[in-house]
């Protein structure tokens, strides 16, 4: 019994670190907006670098990425639930919080900034991991610098998560966890997609590239 109260409370705990909408503070703190009237109206960092600028996307974006994090390193070790299944289930309960906020009607981001900090946690308690994260990096740098689209690119990384999960044998958990996140980041960017095939998606200046790139 006191084993299922601590994973139902990690679970809860979890997907409320994941509910919290960060973007949607920041457009308040910074400017006094509601960051979903704005822009793509999307509650992401990618919106928030548009909307904002530079300072509160990257502050959104740590944050959103330290909340899959913490799902996975911290809680798990504070309840004393040291095994995979639970980083795991930690995990995808954060991703679940970020994708559908209890504190904005259960409409939230696209849970690609925390579904990262998720791998980047399990790189943590699961050293073998750290090939599949970087590998998927890779692809996501690549697409972005060769196409120029930050949603292609999550997309595309994101369907060969489980792939590159299943090329270096992970445990079948694992593997679902990969499939589970590229269904959630395709859901999620069903808008985008759209976007990309009427090539309407909008246009960001970005002078590291010296170019003009599509997110």
């Known amino acids: 019994m006191l084993q299922l109260i601590k994973i139902l409370f990690g679970l809860g705990l979890s997907y409320l670190l994941g509910s919290i909408p960060t973007a949607y503070i920041a457009g308040k703190f910074y400017k006094g907006i509601d960051i979903r009237e704005h822009g793509s109206r999307n509650v992401g960092a990618t919106n928030v670098f548009r909307v904002l600028g ?12 330290l909340k899959g994090v913490l799902a996975v390193a911290l809680v798990s070790s504070f309840l004393g639930l040291e095994s995979n299944i639970f980083y795991i289930l ?11 906020t209890v504190f904005l009607n259960f409409k939230g981001g696209k849970g690609v900034a925390t579904s990262l900090g998720v791998l980047i946690g399990l790189t943590i308690k ?6 599949v994260l ?3 990096v890779l692809i996501w740098a690549g697409v ?10 999550s997309i595309v990384s994101v369907i060969f998560l489980p ?6 044998t992970h445990s ?3 593997v679902v966890l990969g499939v ?10 069903r808008p985008n997609i759209q976007r990309l095939l009427d090539g309407k998606e909008s246009k960001v200046k970005m002078p590291f590239l010296k170019k003009i790139v599509k997110f």
């Open 126 to 131: 699961i050293i073998s991991i750290r090939a």
């Open 163 to 168: 792939l590159l999960m299943l090329v270096f």
């Open 172 to 174: 079948f958990e694992l």
């Open 54 to 65: 530079k300072v509160p996307g990257t502050i959104v974006l740590v944050i959103d990425i």
């Open 180 to 189: 589970v996140f590229c269904v959630f980041v395709v859901i999620r960017h």
């Open 134 to 136: 970087a590998l998927a």
């Open 90 to 100: 930690f995990g995808m309960a954060s991703v679940c919080g970020h994708n559908w």
């Open 144 to 153: 972005f610098i060769g196409f120029g689209y930050v949603s292609l690119a």
